[in-house]
Each structure stands twice: as C-alpha cells, then as structure tokens.
C-alpha cells in the first residue's frame, strides 16, 4: 500500500520532483522516472497472478505474460532514445 502511493506520486510529479530536487539537468531522468513509475505499477499489481499459471497449467500464457512487459520496456526505451536524441 505505501508503495501505490510512492508509485502514484511519482506518476504525477516526478519530472517536477527530479528538477527541484536534483537541479534542472535531471528533467529528463524525472520524465524516465514518470514513465517507468507506470510501468512498475501494473507490475506491482499484476505479480500475485503469476502463481495462478502454474496452478491451471496454462504456461504458454505465462510465457507471454513474461515477454509483454519486455517488449514495453523495449518500446519505452526506444521512444525515450527517440525523444532525448531531438534535445
């Protein structure tokens, strides 16, 4: 429970948060830090499910449920290139 609130405010303000607490440099790591914030979210979420895979014998959608957030992360990471790269 407090890590849902650590995790929602840093959705909200953690660009802001980054540049006043680290200096004006650091905008960009804060914008990462939003991002990656949303990602640990559902994460977070989403981990008491992994047992049930096992459980009803369905590893072919745990495999999948595995690669999913690998490939937003791959994806994140390449718009976050996309966009620093521009600056």
Do not use: C
């Not at 895979?53 to 690669?67: H, S």
């Amino acid at each position: 429970l407090v890590s849902l609130v650590f995790l929602g405010g840093m959705m909200l303000i953690g660009e802001p948060l980054y540049a006043f607490a680290f200096g004006e440099s650091w905008r960009t790591a804060g914008a990462a830090a939003e991002l990656l914030a949303v990602y640990y979210f559902f994460r977070m979420i989403s981990a008491p499910l992994t047992s049930l895979f096992g459980i009803l014998r369905r590893e072919k959608e745990f495999f999948l449920f595995q690669v999913d957030p690998l490939r937003f992360l791959l994806a994140l990471h390449a718009v976050f290139r996309a966009n620093t790269s521009k600056n």
